[in-house]
């Protein structure tokens, strides 16, 4: 079984950063992978960024230039990196792991771009 926790969201005005953490229960470095998603009100929930067990990432168009996935092992922690927020940026952001083919998802934080 695997927990994840994931914090660092908040209100953010256009232009400004955050960074989302995901604290995992157990050794990160155990995962196929690790995921960001976001969903926004009214749509599907939609890969952002993800990291793989070598350290291969890939992102979402929507945010190639701006947002950075990282992961401390030491720490079982994968975090996200968001520059140049926008308001369309506006979502739910939930952190995903993929551990011997079984998904598991943490609570969501939110993230709102505004001003």
């Known amino acids: 079984q695997v927990q994840l926790v994931e914090s660092g969201g908040g209100l953010v005005q256009p232009g400004g950063s955050l960074r989302l953490a995901c604290a995992a229960s157990r050794n990160i470095f155990d995962f196929n992978f690790m995921a960001w998603y976001r969903q926004a009100p009214g749509k599907q929930r939609d890969l952002v960024a993800l990291i793989g067990s070598g350290g291969n990432t890939n992102y979402a168009d929507s945010v190639k230039g701006r947002f950075s996935i990282s992961r401390d092992n030491a720490k079982n922690t994968v975090y996200l990196q968001m520059n140049s927020l926008k308001p369309e940026d506006t979502a739910v952001y939930y952190c995903?792991?993929?551990?011997?083919?079984?998904?598991?998802w943490g609570q969501g934080t939110q993230v709102t771009v505004s001003s």
């Open positions: 995903k792991a993929v551990f011997f083919g079984d998904a598991y």
